[in-house]
């Protein structure tokens, strides 16, 4: 199914919502120009689109005891390819991940991790990764600062 074009209204509505998901509709209509009930009729179109997947929230990693965080990318081996999915699902499954991005590259994946301390991130690494049998190699580098672009 085509998507639709996006004009100038749904544009400023999604940059409003990716910097504050909660904000009220009434303040979006106001920043937009819109009333309410066309505001809200736009957001739930984009919704309805596909073009907004998800509403979320951050978590300050530390707050809820996950303050390390690492990326791991992860290499599988050339025989393994047709695992790519059955890797990704498992990743899903894993409390420690925050989130995945499957690769062109050298390496096939990168994993974001959270984790308590670095035994919890060696742990998952070497015991969760590391020991899949379509893994090739890891290498994990821990994140100082983790921020957004637009």
Same mark, same amino acid.
């Given at each position: ?9 749904? +544009?400023? &509505? &999604? ?13 979006? *209509? *106001? *920043? ?22 998800? @509403?979320?929230?951050?978590? =300050?990693?530390?707050?809820? %005891?996950?303050?390390?965080? *690492? ?5 599988? #081996?050339?025989?393994? +390819? /047709?695992?790519?999915?059955? $890797? ?11 989130? @995945? ?6 390496? =096939? $994946?990168?994993? /974001?991790?959270?984790?308590? =301390?670095?035994? /919890?991130?060696?742990? $998952?690494?070497? =015991? ?15 994140? $100082?600062? /983790?921020? #957004? %672009? +637009?």
């Amino acid at each position: 199914m085509p998507r639709r074009t996006l004009d100038d209204v749904d +544009r400023r &509505l &999604l940059e409003l919502l990716r910097a504050d998901g909660r904000r009220p509709n009434n303040q979006l *209509a *106001a *920043a937009v120009g819109l009333s309410p009930s066309t505001c809200l009729a736009r957001v739930r179109a984009l919704v309805a689109d596909g073009v907004i997947t998800r @509403f979320t929230v951050d978590l =300050d990693p530390e707050a809820v %005891g996950d303050p390390l965080q *690492a990326l791991v990318s992860v290499r599988l #081996r050339p025989g393994a +390819r /047709h695992q790519l999915t059955t $890797f990704a699902d498992g990743l899903r499954q894993l409390p420690e991940v925050a989130q @995945f991005f499957y690769l062109a590259g050298a390496e =096939d $994946f990168v994993v /974001h991790v959270r984790a308590r =301390d670095t035994a /919890h991130l060696r742990d $998952f690494v070497t =015991d969760r990764i590391s020991t899949q049998p379509m893994v090739a190699a890891t290498n994990t580098s821990l994140i $100082f600062e /983790h921020g #957004r %672009g +637009r």
